[in-house]
């Protein structure tokens, strides 16, 4: 295809590669500096996190749980409800048994949760049977009935004072709340342990920032609880990944969403890299569907504030009677944060890996591949970069490359910059082990016993949770991704982590 186009064609295009790389540069440097802010967040994680005082009041409370096929381990986790420190009568469990063919509905009943069976293979996400289960409490019980709803997994399993730290933030105001999500199998595979160590660096480089300055923090699937008006019209999330869209449906629409570092559950993590793969592909799909169905109406709210709501949920009354100096500051102060909490939400859903590898392929490939046609391939190191790998491959192996104009310089050009691109990212990755160093030390007390020779294994190992997430986003962009359960066989109990 190269060879028929024409030299001036290729030297016409090659001539803009000057200038297409200060663009490039101004771009990048733009990009940059419209997420450093996060270093903020990082510094205000290391040193604290919101607190809530002692509930006044105990509250009504659903807990929703969907499973599918999930005999092995929802008994353990009504097991863990079952032994809160909450008062009974003002819980109650719901299950959805979507599309089972095990024993889920017949253990979920046997230990005391209200269990409703659906099948329905056209409509296989747990956004579809969340939907259908709130459904179902519409009209058996109410959804105003209760005054909040917990979500969970069914292989979670609940520390005993879980609810009652839940309770103190619903207590104090807060209407979603996250919390504190641990590991139950952190130490059965290097593919556990790199999910493991990724919701802890979420808890210490986001949640515990944005819980202190009452921003908005991200719901991640589990864990979590709302007030009843979140699902007054029912559950409307049905994409492939419904809590990236709840959490950016409700920052669009100006809630809070706090996090309480004292209440801890765990999780199970996939131990197999085909199960990581197929799960990571779903989360990409998902992120880029939430950037495209909310991204606009948060870029409007950063702009224009409260004052263009699509949905009613959370939308400002009209002042009534005379406003004090107080309210106008107090409106003041909630226009800004609910601005900034938009902007936060909107720059965790826009695809930077998708914009920069698009950016890089038109100018570092291409443009400048046909800039190395007509002038060569001027002198350039085989381990450029400014990583510490690549300075220290520079060091140890100076080899330079350099090719006379033509079309050998235009196809070697493109391999080198894939292979730069590369040298680049290994470099990144190994530079990013620290964050596991760090985690492993912040969070110590609360990780389960892990041997020293895993915990230096797992940070090697991982780097390449964030490898898997960038190339699957890539991916997403082009292939067709349908929900499919993640099997848990677990058998680890709540008991079984006190020990």
């Given amino acids: 295809m190269f060879h028929s186009l ?39 994680g290391f040193f604290f996190t919101r607190k809530f005082p002692p509930a006044q009041k105990q509250h009504k409370y659903g807990i929703v749980i969907a499973a599918r096929n999930e005999s092995a381990v929802i008994g353990n986790l009504l097991d ?64 105003d009935s209760f005054e909040g709803y917990f979500v969970f997994d069914a292989d979670n399993l609940l520390k005993q004072d879980y609810i009652s730290r839940m309770n103190d933030a619903f207590d104090a105001g807060s209407k979603i709340i996250t919390s504190y999500r641990n590991t139950k199998n952190f130490n059965e595979s290097w593919v556990a342990s790199t999910y493991a160590l990724h919701w802890l660096r979420s808890i210490r480089a986001n949640h515990r920032a944005r819980s202190v300055l009452r921003l908005a923090t991200n719901i991640q699937g589990t864990g979590f609880l709302f007030s009843n008006e979140i699902v007054r019209d029912g559950w409307k999330y049905t994409s492939l990944t419904e809590d990236r869209a709840l959490t950016a449906d409700a920052v669009a629409q100006g809630y809070e969403i706090t996090y309480h570092n004292d209440a801890e559950f765990f999780d199970e993590q ?21 950037f495209v169905e909310t991204g606009p109406q948060l870029f409007i709210n950063v702009i224009f504030g409260k004052r263009f709501l699509k949905n009613p949920w959370n939308k400002p009354q009209k002042p009534q009677g005379k406003q004090t100096a107080a309210d106008m500051l107090r409106r003041i ?25 698009f950016r890089w392929l038109l100018v570092s490939v291409l443009i400048y591949a046909c800039y190395c046609f007509s002038n060569g391939l001027p002198p350039s190191s085989f381990f450029t970069g400014g990583t510490y790998l690549a300075r220290f491959l520079r060091f140890f192996f100076p080899v330079q490359v350099q090719l006379q104009p033509g079309w050998h310089a235009f196809f070697f050009s493109m391999l080198l910059a894939v292979w730069w691109r590369l040298l680049y990212r290994m470099g990144k990755y190994f530079e990013n082990m620290w964050v596991a160093i ?20 797992y940070t090697f190992t991982w780097p390449t949770f964030d490898i898997i997430g960038r190339y699957t986003q890539y991916l997403a962009l082009f292939v067709k991704v349908t929900w499919k359960p993640i099997p848990h066989e677990s058998k680890i109990t709540i008991d079984d982590l006190k020990k």
């Fill in 80 to 143: 863990s409800i079952a032994a809160q420190d909450y008062p009974k009568e003002l819980l109650t469990v719901f299950v959805v048994a979507d599309n089972c063919t095990d024993h889920t509905a017949a253990i979920a009943r046997e230990k005391g949760a209200v269990c409703y069976e659906r099948f329905d293979p056209d409509h296989r996400t747990k956004g579809f049977a969340l939907q259908f289960l709130f459904d179902r409490i519409e009209e058996d019980y109410g959804r």
């Fill in 333 to 357: 102060a909630e226009s800004i944060r609910h601005r900034i909490a938009s902007y936060d939400t909107l720059m965790q859903l826009t695809p930077f890996a998708v914009i920069n590898v």
């Fill in 270 to 290: 996939p131990n197999s890299i085909k199960i990581a793969l197929r799960q990571r592909l779903r989360w990409s799909k998902g992120h880029l569907l939430a």
């Fill in 438 to 457: 760090y985690v492993f030390i912040m969070e110590r007390k609360r990780i389960i016993k892990i041997p020293l020779h895993k915990k230096i294994l």
């Fill in 6 to 44: 024409p030299a001036s064609v290729i030297g016409g295009i090659g001539a803009a590669y000057p200038t297409a790389k200060v663009i490039y540069g101004i771009i990048g440097s733009v990009l940059s500096a419209m997420i450093a802010y996060r270093t903020v967040w990082r510094i205000l």
